[in-house]
């Protein structure tokens, strides 16, 4: 199984409402990410976990709260997003070694109202 | 901040021609790996090459690196139309903690007309 595998695949939320996106994954990947991307623009890292502890915060802001309750799954807590936040969310995980490949989801895409 | 940039930002050719995209970085790396992706979807690994290493092939793929340049280029020979996607190089530096911390260039749009 070499699939990153990611709930909801759209979603539309109001700026007052709570949400959460899911990860999962089962290759024994034990570094997983977030990512960013806005239309026709790169991805760009928001949070690092490596073993099951975030390593990197991006500097993002507080209404994005992530989790990592176990090594296959991550998840994205939203809390009073704005518009500028609708984008694609992309989750990926890879090895937690040098020189090793991420695979990706296929991302949520996020619209805020 | 993104420290890749990629030229062209757009790409067309016709089907059986090669394509090459070219992706220059600002900082000290530990490897380059180059993506692919449909339509604003996931991304899809294509190859990486650490910074000891000059060339490296997969398939229909051909990528090098030039450290003392500080850039990269992926050539897609005999191209098809099922190749048409974004494509982004992206950097690897080494991390204190494990993991890594990729940062992704600008992009290449092909277009590969049948």
Known sequence: ?113 | SQQGEEDPQALSIQEGENATMNCSYKTSINNLQWYRQNSGRGLVHLILIRSNEREKHSGRLRVTLDTSKKSSSLLITASRAADTASYFCATDVILETSGSRLTFGEGTQLTVNP
């Open chain 1, 1 to 113: 199984d070499t699939e990153v595998t990611q709930t909801p695949k759209h979603l539309v939320m109001g700026m007052t409402n709570k949400k959460s996106l899911k990860c999962e994954q089962h290759m024994g990947h034990r570094a997983m990410y977030w990512y960013k991307q806005k239309a026709k623009k790169p991805p760009e890292l928001m949070f690092v976990y490596s073993y099951e502890k975030l390593s990197i915060n991006e500097s993002v802001p507080s209404r994005f709260s992530p989790e990592c309750p176990n090594s296959s799954l991550l998840n994205l807590h939203l809390h009073a997003l704005q518009p500028e936040d609708s984008a694609l969310y992309l989750c990926a995980s890879s090895h937690a070694s040098m020189n090793t490949e991420a695979f990706f989801g296929q991302g949520t895409r996020l619209t805020v109202v």
